[in-house]
């Protein structure tokens, strides 16, 4: 289904804990990106990576942390230090080229309870 | 870094006629332009794109336009239908080592039966 994947679609977290959302792709894609989805504010760049052991942060990185141990899978925590995290994530991942497509997951309903 | 402003943040037009949404961008330097397209509940998908070389581009009922001279880009769509009606975002992206996607804020589109 798109070949990246996203788990859980719903996810429910005290406040104080992290939490961490998965993304997993099998397109052999290269770049991989978070963004995070709030009404009338668009897309919002957190973290994205070009390459396995290496990543930026984007414009709203504060609170959350990456990791790209394998090609295939770019996990997101988010943090205590995120004072609003309820939101809608979406992962993405694309080919290293500068004109691609981005394929993006289902995403991950985050909510604090 | 880049910024990109998106206008307007609703549109509703009658089925049959045509809707035109506006992007800007701040960053010279972007010369991949893509839009997306998302229907209730579901993951962004491309629907067009243009690059910096092209002025315009058309593909069936949607087209897009690019002046680099006044970094705006827009989407055109012609004969408006219901299943056109979705939230649509613009972005913009540089080539070189860090490829960042920086997204608009979105344009929610209701085709009026």
């Known amino acids: 289904d798109g070949g990246i994947t996203q788990s859980p679609k719903y996810l429910f977290r005290k406040e104080g804990q992290n939490v961490t959302l998965s993304c997993e792709q099998n397109l052999n894609h290269d770049a991989m990106y978070w963004y995070r989805q709030d009404p009338g504010q668009g897309l919002r760049l957190i973290y994205y990576?070009?390459?396995?052991?290496?990543?930026q942060k984007g414009d709203i990185a504060e609170g959350y942390s990456v990791s790209r141990e394998k090609k295939e899978s770019f996990p997101l925590t988010v943090t205590s230090a995120q004072k609003n995290p309820t939101a809608f994530y979406l992962c993405a991942s694309r080919t290293g080229g500068w004109d691609t497509e981005a394929f993006f997951g289902q995403g991950t309903r985050l909510t604090v309870v | 870094g880049e910024n990109v402003e998106q206008h307007p943040s609703t549109l509703s037009v009658q089925e049959g006629d045509s809707a035109v949404i506006k992007c800007t961008y701040s960053?010279?330097?972007?010369?991949?332009f893509p839009w997306y397209k998302q229907e209730l509940g579901k993951r962004p998908q491309l629907i067009i794109d243009?690059?910096?070389?092209?002025g315009e581009k058309k593909d069936q009922r949607i087209a897009v336009t690019l002046n680099k001279t006044a970094k705006h880009f827009s989407l055109h769509i012609t004969e408006t239908q219901p299943e056109d009606s979705a939230v649509y975002f613009c972005a913009a992206s540089t080539g070189g080592g860090y490829q960042k996607v920086t997204f608009g804020t979105g344009t929610k589109l209701q085709v009026i039966p």
């Open positions: 243009i690059r910096s070389n092209v």
């Open positions: 960053d010279s330097a972007s010369n991949y």
């Open positions: 990576s070009q390459i396995v052991n290496d990543f």
